[in-house]
């Protein structure tokens, strides 16, 4: 099993790499890859960060969110907006995968982006030593 420190610095770089498949998607106007893959940038960035404060990450989409929204935002430990992106980037991935006539406008998915990055640094930010 790894150690905390490894789990987040794993998840954290699993977070960027999904966030740099996003942008590469976005460019190509692969809309919903761009959102599927950002919200992996979310996901695995608040996984690093429930575990940072010793919370292990549930294995459900749902659970994570819950758990991120009740344990970090609710306790002030992050600027709520970033609970807000990560349920909006979660219901749109969800539009996005199982909705075949939804329609994913260029700006909407490019503010997603931006949002993910700004998740990111800032669990980054909050999980150095």
């Given at each position: 099993m790894a150690t905390t420190r490894e789990f987040i610095t794993k998840s954290l770089q699993l977070a960027?790499?999904?966030l740099k498949d996003a942008e590469l998607s976005f460019s190509r106007d692969r809309f919903r890859a761009a959102i599927n893959n950002a919200y992996?940038?979310?996901h695995h960035s608040a996984s690093a960060c429930l575990a940072h404060f010793g919370i292990e990450p549930p294995k459900t989409h749902s659970g994570l969110i819950s758990l991120f929204s009740r344990e970090v935002v609710n306790k002030n430990l992050?600027?709520?907006s970033l609970g807000k992106n990560l349920r909006e980037s979660f219901?749109?991935?969800?539009?996005s995968t199982y909705e075949i006539y939804?329609?994913?406008k260029r700006e909407d998915v490019e503010e997603v982006l931006r949002?993910?990055?700004e998740f990111l640094a800032r669990i980054k930010e909050l999980?150095?030593?």
């Amino acid at each position: 099993m790894a150690t905390t420190r490894e789990f987040i610095t794993k998840s954290l770089q699993l977070a960027e790499e999904f966030l740099k498949d996003a942008e590469l998607s976005f460019s190509r106007d692969r809309f919903r890859a761009a959102i599927n893959n950002a919200y992996y940038t979310f996901h695995h960035s608040a996984s690093a960060c429930l575990a940072h404060f010793g919370i292990e990450p549930p294995k459900t989409h749902s659970g994570l969110i819950s758990l991120f929204s009740r344990e970090v935002v609710n306790k002030n430990l992050v600027d709520k907006s970033l609970g807000k992106n990560l349920r909006e980037s979660f219901e749109l991935r969800q539009k996005s995968t199982y909705e075949i006539y939804v329609t994913l406008k260029r700006e909407d998915v490019e503010e997603v982006l931006r949002n993910a990055r700004e998740f990111l640094a800032r669990i980054k930010e909050l999980t150095k030593t």
